[in-house]
């Protein structure tokens, strides 16, 4: 079945700090794989993305995120953390035109 | 480009009557919609897949009958919650795939719904 897992519901960082939220996730075909941020209210932005090619993906913000096909894991990383940086992150699965799989996404607090 | 823009952004209602929320693909055809529903401080779950001139396929425990899904034309999917109750209040969202080649998803802004 497919399904995507993110495994930290809450994570709280000094800003400043580095970050790595977690993702693994289930699928029968290479994945197209999504990190998207959530700030309260809003809709979703796409961080950043991988479909194929070189396993380290940059994205907007300073975020980059690994795809590791032997761990089925697609981390996000980001080496400073800023206080805008708070805010819900989901991962996702999907491919083509199939549907988007998500996490049950990994609210983000910043302390200064 | 490959925009979705999803109508109303906001909307309260009262018990009993129905609410019809729109997306629009502006600058490409959509012939796939996704609907998602998203309770607060939750995951967005999919609920249904609207194709462009077929019936929408729903996800296992959503009722078809209370969130009707029409997907009439390449640029046009709705959702319309019928007879809502307080417990259909959520947020709602709409995502468009686009398609081999491109690749990726574009959403709608989502629509909050909120049933008094």
């Known amino acids: 079945a497919q399904s995507v897992t993110q495994p930290d519901i809450h994570i709280t960082v000094s800003e400043g700090a580095s970050l790595e939220l977690r993702c693994n996730y289930s699928?029968?075909?290479?994945?197209?794989l999504f990190w998207y941020v959530q700030s309260p209210g809003q809709g979703l932005q796409l961080l950043l993305k991988y479909f194929s090619g070189d396993t380290l993906v940059q994205g907007i913000k300073g975020f980059e995120a690994e795809f590791k096909r032997s761990q089925s894991s697609f981390n996000l990383r980001k080496p400073s953390v800023h206080w805008s940086d708070a805010a819900e992150y989901f991962c996702a699965v999907g491919r083509n035109t199939d549907k988007l799989i998500f996490g049950t996404g990994t609210r983000l607090q910043v302390f200064p | 480009g490959a925009v979705v823009s999803q109508h109303p952004s906001r909307v309260i209602c009262k018990s009993g009557t129905s609410v019809k929320i729109e997306c629009r693909s502006l600058d490409f055809q959509a012939t796939t919609m996704f609907w998602y529903r998203q309770f607060p401080k939750k995951s967005l779950m999919l609920m249904a897949t609207?194709?462009?001139?077929?019936?929408?396929?729903?996800e296992q425990g959503v009722e078809k009958d209370k969130f009707l899904i029409n997907h009439a034309s390449l640029t046009l999917s709705t959702l319309t919650v019928t007879s809502a109750h307080p417990e259909d209040s959520s947020f709602y969202i709409c995502?468009?795939?686009?398609?081999?080649?491109?690749?990726?998803?574009?959403f709608g802004s989502g629509t909050r719904l909120t049933v008094v």
């Open positions: 609207s194709n462009e001139g077929s019936k929408a396929t729903y």
């Open positions: 995502s468009a795939p686009l398609g081999q080649g491109v690749n990726g998803y574009t």
């Open positions: 699928y029968g075909a290479t994945p197209y």
